[in-house]
C-alpha cells in the first residue's frame, strides 16, 4: 500500500523503478525508467500532478509535493524534476521546477514557482525561495540561496555519475526483492 490512487489517480512507474517499501508515493505521480525513491521518502500528487524523469534518485526522508489551485495560486504549481537528478537526503521540493543534471543537496528547500535549471549544484542546506530562477552551469548555496561560481568540468561530469551509481543501486535492492 506505499504506492496508491487517490482521487482515481494512480501512480505510473516505469521500467525497473525501486520504490523503498518504507517510502509513499500517492495519486498523480510519474516516475521515469530507472528512478529510485529511498527510505521513508514522501511524494504526494494529491492535489496537482508530479513528474519524475529518468535515473532521479530521491533520498532518504525526502518530500516531494505540489502547490494546488486556489484563490492565491489559480493554476497551482506542479512539481516536474527532470532527468539525472540526485535529491539528497531530507529534501523538501515544492510545487517546484528542477532541470536535469542537478544535484539538490542534503536538507535543501525548494519553494512553490522556483525554477532550477538544467546543470545546477545546490549545496546542501540551501533554501531557493519561491518564484526564483538558478541559471544554469553554477553552484549556488545559502538561505537563500545565491550563485557561488560556475561548476567545474569535474562537477558536471558528476552528475551523470551519480545518477548510474543510484541506478546500479537500486538494480540492487531490486534484486534482494526479487529473492524474498
Known sequence: MNVRTLSGKSPQLGQAVFVDPSAVVIGDVALGDDCSVWPLTVIRGDMHRIRIGARTSVQDGSVL???????????????????????????????????S????????????????????????????????????????????????????????????????NYVRLKDEHLAELAQG
Open 101 to 164: 543534471r542537478v544535484l539538490v543537496g542534503m536538507g535543501s528547500i525548494v519553494m512553490d514557482g522556483a525554477v532550477v535549471e538544467d546543470e545546477v549544484i545546490i549545496g546542501a542546506g540551501s533554501l531557493v525561495p519561491a518564484q526564483r530562477t538558478l541559471e544554469s552551469g553554477y553552484l549556488y548555496m545559502g538561505s537563500p540561496a545565491r550563485q557561488v561560481r560556475p561548476l567545474t568540468d569535474k562537477e558536471r561530469s558528476f552528475f551523470t555519475y551519480t545518477a548510474a
Open 65 to 99: 509535493h505540489i502547490t494546488h489551485a486556489g484563490p492565491f495560486n489559480p493554476d497551482g504549481y506542479p512539481l516536474l524534476v527532470g532527468d539525472d537528478v540526485t535529491i539528497g537526503h531530507k529534501v523538501l521540493l515544492h510545487g517546484c521546477t528542477i532541470g
